[in-house]
């Protein structure tokens, strides 16, 4: 079963961290995407640039509108996302667990619709 694993934090609270914070942050991101590709469970994944890069794009009364930045106003921001092999729901929230050990960073597991009927 594959699964996407998104990762959100306040932007703010990680441009304010010092360098060496920074690069241990990504440090753990950089670990647990080679431990999931030795085991042949990482698929693809990568961090995100900054929600001020972000344009949104929706349709109202049939019209494309296109807004500059997310769509949401929250306090965490999508800065990543993995997706992943997992061979149940357990082993990919235990997946997610290990994603960071920095407080206000959430991790939404979300199972992929599979379309393509494999």
Do not use: W
């Amino acid at each position: 079963m594959q699964y996407m694993l998104l990762v959100y934090e306040n932007e703010s609270d990680f441009e304010s961290l010092d360098e060496t914070e920074r690069s241990a942050s990504v440090g753990r991101h950089i670990a647990f995407a080679r431990k999931l590709r030795d085991e042949g469970r990482f698929l693809y994944g990568d961090g995100l640039q900054s929600t001020t890069t972000a344009t949104t794009v929706r349709k109202v009364k049939g019209e494309v509108v296109l807004t500059d930045g997310p769509f949401a106003e929250t306090k965490e921001q999508l800065g990543g996302f993995y997706v992943i092999e997992a061979a149940d729901l357990d082993q990919a929230l235990a997946d997610a667990a290990m994603i960071s050990d920095r407080d206000g960073e959430l991790i939404e597991v979300r199972p992929i619709m599979d379309y393509t009927g494999h």
